[in-house]
């Protein structure tokens, strides 16, 4: 009985509270019985009737309170497939006609209930976010420019049209244009058109670029070596640019290297060094032109020879320091041409080296790195001497005479000849009569060879030994009066000429 009385005044309180609600709406409000339908709230809908836009749904006040709302929502009267939730965006579909929106209520005992909103006005096309394009590249002939149009949203299609000083390029509808000597001295513009359907159609045109350069691709010119000169080739620009220089290694600024010309210095060994030219001129687009990276310069040192420039003689290069890892090749020359087969360190004169000035140069090879040859300085000429050989009887007194040999043409001999090695003093012709001072002693004689612009070569004799001359005599016989006071005298007969003779 309890909770009998407990409904019963559950009952009489929603009656009274159903009165009062009426009396304050001024009619009267029955209460809900099972399979009654809601009292439906007034669906509102908000928001922009444009393409894009989202609108959204306000149910309105549902009485009694349904467990779920459901939403569907209406083009013009149909329903619009998915479109299930309290917010919809507009898409091109909708473009020109109304929309509203179905609630329906539903939950406990009562009737599912449904109410529809207002129509909204006819959707009007949407708009896009958009903004001025921009030109990016360079300006210069040959070069390839582009519009920058990433600010387009929502994603439309878009149309190009490029400008020379205000009249349209023909075929130049891409985003990308490569300039042609056609727009030269001209400023460019790009007019930009972007569609989508159900939106209204935007047009966006860009600033003008400066007046567009003819600037020409620099090129580094000289060896890839320290020490050595790099000179930059600019090519052709548009007449009265002025062009400043900046030089790079590794791609980074080298401070003050600001010149057409560059001398690389140690920092630079095993870096690459490219160069960048500026070019400007009032009313034109500067324009900046990079040279392509070098190999890697090499620490290269001259080459030098040594030995004597005599034929038969070996000469030796030295190549000097180089960066570490280089392989180092060799080539001599003769006259500046190569010679066959010299390709080693060393190289032995030959006779067709007479006259002949030599040089040898060294190329070094490293993957990576530049190829550098250095050429050593020249020798004097290469001279011809002959062996010198001794003629005449080795004996003291007797005339030896120098054959000099074969020497080079026009070459002037002078000679010494020598008592065991040491110069004979006052001997220096061709011929030498020797003296008792040369007896049992080796005599060699030096011939020296000697023209202007030749190496000057000596070349000495095999010694000889010199012999005693076996003397010639008669007996001496005594002549005068053989007495007291008589004067007798010798006569010593023939001896050998140049004998000197004691009594």
Not at 339 to 346: F, L, R, S, V, Y
Not at 383 to 409: E, H
Not at 484 to 491: E, N, P, W
Request: hydrophobic content about 40%; charged content about 15%.
């Amino acid at each position: 009985m309890g909770a009998r009385r407990m409904r019963f005044w559950a009952w009489v309180c929603s009656i009274l509270m159903l009165g009062l609600v009426s009396s304050m709406l001024g009619s009267p409000v029955a209460q809900a019985a099972p399979g009654d339908p809601f009292t439906p709230g007034v669906p509102v809908i908000t928001g922009t009737a444009r393409v894009g836009a989202t609108l959204s749904a306000t149910p309105g006040t549902w009485a009694p309170e349904p467990e779920s709302l459901a939403y569907q929502w209406l083009r013009d009267a149909t329903e619009i497939g998915g479109a299930v939730t309290s917010s919809y965006v507009l898409t091109a579909d909708d473009l020109g006609k109304p929309i509203r929106v179905r609630v329906t209520a539903s939950g406990g005992d009562l009737a599912a209930t449904s109410a529809t909103s207002a129509p909204t006005a006819k959707v009007a096309a949407g708009s896009f976010a958009s903004a001025v394009p921009v030109i990016s590249g360079t300006v210069a002939v040959g070069s390839t420019i582009q519009a920058d149009t990433s600010a387009w949203a929502p994603e439309a299609t878009l149309a190009y049209q490029w400008y020379a000083s205000g009249k349209a390029i023909s075929r130049a509808t891409g985003k990308a244009y490569k300039l042609t000597t056609a727009q030269h001295g001209k400023q460019v513009s790009v007019r930009v058109t972007g569609r989508r359907t159900g939106y209204a159609t935007v047009v966006r045109t860009s600033a003008q670029t400066g007046k567009v350069m003819i600037a020409g691709t620099p090129k580094i010119v000289g060896t890839l070596s320290v020490g050595s000169t790099l000179t930059v080739s600019r090519g052709s620009w548009t007449s009265k640019v002025s062009v400043s220089y900046q030089w790079l290694r590794d791609g980074a600024a080298i401070p003050g290297a600001t010149k057409s010309s560059y001398r690389p210095g140690s920092a630079d060994a095993g870096k690459q060094v490219s160069v960048r030219l500026t070019g400007k001129r009032s009313g034109y687009a500067s324009v900046a032109r990079f040279s392509a990276l070098t190999a890697r310069i090499v620490s290269a040192a001259t080459p030098k020879i040594s030995g004597s420039a005599v034929v038969g003689s070996t000469l030796t290069a030295t190549p000097g320091t180089w960066s570490a890892g280089t392989v180092l090749s060799y080539q001599w020359l003769r006259s500046g041409k190569g010679i066959a087969g010299a390709t080693t360190a060393t190289y032995r004169l030959a006779g067709a080296d007479d006259g002949k000035q030599l040089t040898v140069r060294v190329t070094g090879r490293q993957a990576g790195w530049a190829t550098v040859a250095r050429t050593s300085a020249k020798t004097a000429k290469v001279m011809k001497a002959g062996t010198p050989v001794i003629s005449g009887t080795a004996r003291v007194g007797s005339t030896l005479k120098a054959k000099p040999g074969s020497w080079s043409s026009k070459v002037k001999l002078s000679y010494q000849w020598l008592r065991g090695g040491i110069a004979i003093k006052g001997a220096t012709k061709s011929s030498y009569k020797t003296t008792s001072a040369d007896a049992g002693r080796q005599v060699s004689v030096k011939v020296t060879g000697k023209r202007s612009g030749y190496t000057t070569a000596t070349r000495t004799s095999a010694p000889v030994t010199i012999r005693l001359l076996a003397l010639s005599a008669t007996t001496p016989k005594i002549t005068g009066q053989v007495r007291v006071g008589g004067v007798l005298t010798a006569v010593p007969g023939t001896w050998t000429g140049g004998t000197t003779l004691t009594y």
